[in-house]
């Protein structure tokens, strides 16, 4: 079983940065891949940055290339997401998430993986 709790959430102007902690427990937690969701208001789950397990590779989707970086120290058990130069349409409620299974490289369906965190908010004002 994998516990995830995510961190570093607020609100913050456009332009601005926010770094986005999710700290895993479980004895295998570091044997995961993990990715970071977000869901806006009346939009569907989407992955924002994926990373493999041993965090080698990463995957990222179009809207935030260049934006976000996704990273990961096993030994701390701990998965950051850097977001720089926020956009309003980067509002939304993010979720860390590790895959449904070990070893994985990074991926980006929403049906990959099978541990949630609670969420934390993040809003971006214009």
């Known amino acids: 079983q994998v516990k995830l709790v995510e961190s570093g959430g607020g609100l913050v102007q456009a332009g601005g940065s926010l770094r986005l902690s999710c700290a895993a427990s479980?004895?295998?937690?570091?044997?995961?891949?993990m990715g970071w969701f977000r869901q806006a208001p009346g939009k569907e789950r989407e992955c924002v940055a994926a990373?493999?397990?041993?965090?080698?590779?990463?995957l990222y989707a179009d809207s935030v290339k260049g934006r976000f970086t996704i990273s990961r120290d096993n030994a701390k058990n701990t998965v950051l997401l850097q977001m720089n130069s926020l956009k309003p349409e980067d509002t939304a409620v993010y979720y860390c998430?590790?895959?449904?299974?070990?070893?994985?490289?990074?991926?980006?369906?929403?049906?990959?993986?099978?541990?949630w965190g609670q969420g934390t908010q993040v809003t971006v004002s214009s």
């Open positions: 479980g004895r295998t937690s570091s044997k995961y891949a």
């Open positions: 998430a590790a895959d449904k299974i070990q070893y994985g490289d990074a991926r980006i369906r929403l049906q990959d993986y099978g541990y």
């Open positions: 990373v493999s397990w041993r965090g080698g590779s990463t």
